[in-house]
């Protein structure tokens, strides 16, 4: 995989505080992960509760619980965000 594929993070909605919304703060440190291995990203919303898919070239390459992610996290510690990037580059 080229180092500066464009990627789509899809994500839903999840509950914090008793309200159901979508939020990108558990998203942080995938997006930061995935910008310094080169690539690009883009948010979009979906409605599946709790998801996060990750998308290259139209091919789903890595989902999970958006819960399981640190929250507001850098995202080098989180082993879904090193998990991610590897799926992202072994996308080819």
Known sequence: MPSNARV???????EACG???HRIARLE???K???EAGHTTKLEC???RNQVEIWVNGELVF??????LEYG????????????AQAVKKAF
């Open 46 to 48: 979906i409605k599946d």
């Open 73 to 84: 996290g850098d995202g080098e510690l989180d082993p879904l965000c090193t998990a991610c």
């Open 33 to 35: 992960v995935l910008h």
């Open 63 to 68: 989902k999970c619980d958006i819960t399981e």
């Open 29 to 31: 440190g995938m997006q």
């Open 19 to 21: 309200i159901v919304e």
């Open 8 to 14: 789509l993070i899809h994500y839903g909605p999840y």
